[in-house]
Every structure is written in C-alpha cells, then in structure tokens.
C-alpha cells in the first residue's frame, strides 16, 4: 500500500514538472526551468545540510558579484549569498521550534561574544544613518555567522569534515590563482595589472591577497599532517607552489605583512609563550610608537619609494606616506572615520554606511588623485576603524574582544592538546585568522563571501576541537579513576 501512494506520487511530482517544463517553454518564461534545481537545494538544506555548507564552500572561490558584473543593482554573490540566506532561515525555523543545534555551541565563551557583536550592530542599526543599508549589512553579516558559524560547529563535531572543508575551498582557489596568473601574464607580470586580473572573480588584488594569506598557514599545516595518502600530499604539494606563486604576484603588501606576523606569532606558539606576556609586548610597543610618532612619522616622510613591479622596491614602498597615492588615500580614510567617530561616538552612523556618509569629513589636504565622493570607492580600510565610524567605540571594542577572545581560545588548545593532527589544526586556523586580523588593521572585507566563509569557518574549527576534541578537567580526571581502579 505504502509503494503504490510512493510511486502515485512520484507520478503527480513528473506530470507537474513536466507541465511546468512546457508551460516555461511556450511562454518563454526560463526560470521554470530552475524549480527541480531549487527542490533538489531545499532537500538537501532540510535532510543533508552539511552537504550544502560544502557546496557553498566549494563555490565562494569562483562566486560572482552581481553589482560588479553589472546585471543588477543588487551587491549579491551567486550562488552562495541565496543559499545563505535560505540556510538562515531554516537556523531560524529549526531555533523557534525547539530542533536546534547542540547546546554546548550556544552556550561556549566565544558565541557570547558573537552574541554581544550582533546584538550591538542590531541596535546601531535602528540608530543608522540609513537605517536600510545597515539592516542589509547585519542581515548579510546573521547568514554567514549562521551558516558558517554555529551549523559548521556542529558539522566539524567531525573532524574528517575539516579537511574536507578545507579542501572544498582550496582546490577552487587554485583554478582561481591559475586563471589570475595566466591573465597576469600576458601583461608581463607588471603592478598596475595586478589590481584587477583577478576579476570578476575577486574584486580587487588586496582581497584576493588576503584571503591566499588565510589559506597560506593551512595549507602548510595540511602538508604537516601525517595520516594522508602519497597522492593527495603530491597534490597540496603543488597547491601550496600555486598558492605562493599567486601569493607574491598579487602585489599586496598587507599580505604579506600579515604572513610574516603570522610567523611571529607561531615562533611564540612553540616557545610556550602565554598570551598575556604576548599583549602585554604589544601594549608596550603600542606605547613606544605613540610616544616616538612625531619622529616616526619624519621619518616615514622621508621614504619617497613609489609601489613598483620590482618585489624590493614594492616593499619599501609600505612605508611611504610621503607620496604613494594607495597609502595615502588609506590614511585619508582612516582619517574620515575618525572624524565621523568624534560626531557620533557612541553608535556611529549604522553598520555599512561609511562608504555613503564619508564625503563630507574628507579635508582638501587629505585628498589625494584617487579619492572619490561617489560613495563607490570602497570603506574605511580596516576592520577596527570600520566599525568604530559606524557603531561607535563599543563596535570596535567588540571586534578587540572577539580577537581576544579567540586568541585566548587557541593558545590554550595549543598547549593542552597532546594530538599531533589537532594541534597542528589549532596552529593552522588560527595563523590563517591572524594573517586576516593583521591585515584587518588595513583593510575589511567581512561584507564579501570570500573571507568571511574562511572567517567564521575557522572559528568554528577552533570552538568545535574544543567542545568535542579535548577532555575537560572533570573528564581527565574520571578517565584516571577509571585507570587507577
């Protein structure tokens, strides 16, 4: 009885599909055509989620913006950005009817923070400026969190789904630097030339620069594990060759700083340095520089080297604020954030708004030959005087604490862990964090789905080792008096 309703079903299901395949085509209506696609995605997000969050993952490197392309007015990635959303309100249904995710998620010391991030950017967003823009910010900022975030936890409960999270999005990345590089060079591999031949699939070269950085101590970590195959250790092998190759053809200098501070902060890693004595040498040197800056910055006047095509002459050039037009206009829009920081301190002028409210607080002597009043000429470069423009102080004080936060978290699982395979994991997703953290201070790209998946993603790596990977206090100590009796 039960085959005979299954099979007088499946019948309604064809003849509807099939009714509906004709009815597009006579009409010409093509998007009929998509309906079994969409049925086989909403399956998927109710029965088998996980496989969707690699979909995505798998996708985000070649994921297209629609406002950059041109087709829309819509600044909306395809086909990540409507799978998200899709997955933020299942989270959403599943939450109200009491089918939620494990509990130990909600209620870890880092979901409190990211709790205390979204409830203030909620609140700046009813005190916006353009209180439209920023509800679509935070609404962008909930499906990536959601997804990428609490659900991933849950699915990194196991740990064979790292690496295939890592790989989802890795090997992607590889056909993306490949194209970048074979476009590259048919223009002699020159600077000017580097700032967009990774479009449209990146934006710009600092973001595409940023996330190889992410993915650069990943990788690395990924080669260091010893349970693999000889033939995928072959492949990442040659993955990591791409990588770096595309990693220095990007010309993005911020990049690379975050690599090398990366590394210093793995060299603290293996000499057990506890995380205190680290911020504590960071405050210190903080000190240092605001009491020195008058001479620092003659000092940094005096560096005349432009950005060039020459990789030491490119280097040199970070420092110069003299006459370098990127620096410069980077200061001058650190520079409007502050100044729109002062008028309104406390909740800033709404999440997303920078880049349309920013004009006005430009001063003439600030300006340089790229500056715009358009609002199309991007945000405030960087991801703490970002949200302190638009959400005032508390904005970027949570940004530090969510830092801290996770830092904290990593360097205590790095000492506790006596497995080799997960510390190596712990090491790796955290650099790959910092490197983005670092290059934070000099610019944000948090609103794109390139670097907010491995974000959040890694994250959740780090909260799902410690919630399901290590034994806690009461755990090693039933495990010794279970061995002792």
Avoid at 261 to 288: D, H, P, Q
Avoid at 323 to 335: I, K, T, V
Wanted: charged share 15%; aromatic share 14%.
């Amino acid at each position: 009885m039960t085959n005979a309703i299954t099979l007088r079903w499946l019948y309604i299901a064809s003849g509807a599909f099939i009714a509906l395949f004709a009815t597009g085509l006579y009409f010409d209506i093509p998007y009929f055509l998509l309906i079994p696609a969409a049925l086989v995605v909403l399956w998927t997000a109710f029965f088998k989620l996980e496989h969707l969050l690699m979909f995505i993952v798998f996708f985000t490197p070649l994921s297209i913006n629609l406002e950059e392309m041109e087709v829309a007015g819509v600044g909306m990635y395809l086909p990540t950005e409507p799978l998200l959303f899709g997955i933020l309100l299942l989270f959403i249904f599943k939450l109200l009817t009491g089918k939620s995710i494990d509990k130990k998620i909600f209620r870890h010391p880092v979901s409190y923070v990211i709790y205390a991030y979204l409830a203030w950017m909620t609140l700046t967003c009813i005190t916006s400026e353009l209180p439209i823009v920023s509800l679509k910010f935070l609404l962008t900022r909930m499906w990536f969190i959601a997804s990428f975030y609490f659900i991933a936890t849950h699915v990194f409960s196991n740990p064979g789904k790292i690496r295939t999270y890592f790989l989802c999005y890795i090997l992607p990345l590889m056909a993306v630097i490949i194209y970048t590089v074979t476009r590259h060079a048919q223009y002699g591999f020159d600077k000017d030339s580097s700032h967009w031949v990774m479009e449209p699939l990146f934006k710009d070269h600092t973001s595409y620069g940023a996330v190889l950085a992410m993915f650069f101590p990943v990788l690395i970590g990924m080669l260091m594990t010893r349970k693999m195959n000889l033939l995928l250790r072959v492949i990442l092998a040659i993955c990591f060759i791409i990588l770096t190759t595309g990693l220095v053809l990007s010309y993005t200098r911020a990049a690379w700083i975050s690599i090398l501070g990366a590394a210093g902060i793995l060299s603290m890693l293996l000499l057990k340095v506890k995380l205190r004595t680290l911020l504590a040498a960071i405050v210190m040197i903080a000190a240092f520089l605001a009491i020195g800056w008058e001479d620092i910055s003659i000092s940094l006047q005096q560096n005349k080297q432009e950005s060039s095509d020459k990789l030491d002459e490119h280097v040199s050039s970070i420092s110069n604020v003299s006459s370098d037009a990127s620096n410069l206009e980077r200061l001058n829009r650190w520079n409007c954030a502050y100044e729109m920081f002062k008028e309104r301190p406390v909740v800033g002028w709404g999440p997303g708004t920078y880049q349309f409210v920013y004009a006005p607080f430009q001063r003439s002597k600030d300006r340089t030959i790229i500056s715009t009043n358009q609002g199309d000429g991007g945000n405030a470069h960087s991801e703490y005087l970002g949200p302190l423009s638009e959400q005032g102080f508390p904005g970027t004080i949570l940004v530090l604490v969510l830092l801290y936060t996770i830092s904290s978290l990593s360097f205590r699982l790095f000492y506790q862990l006596d497995d080799f395979h997960l510390k190596t994991i712990v090491a790796s997703v955290y650099l790959g964090l910092m490197t983005y953290f670092i290059h934070g201070v000099l610019n944000n790209y948090l609103d794109t789905d390139k670097a907010s998946i491995p974000f959040w993603g890694f994250m959740a790596i780090l909260v799902a080792i410690d919630i399901y990977h290590t034994k806690k206090p009461e755990q090693k100590e039933q495990h010794a008096e279970h061995i002792s009796s």
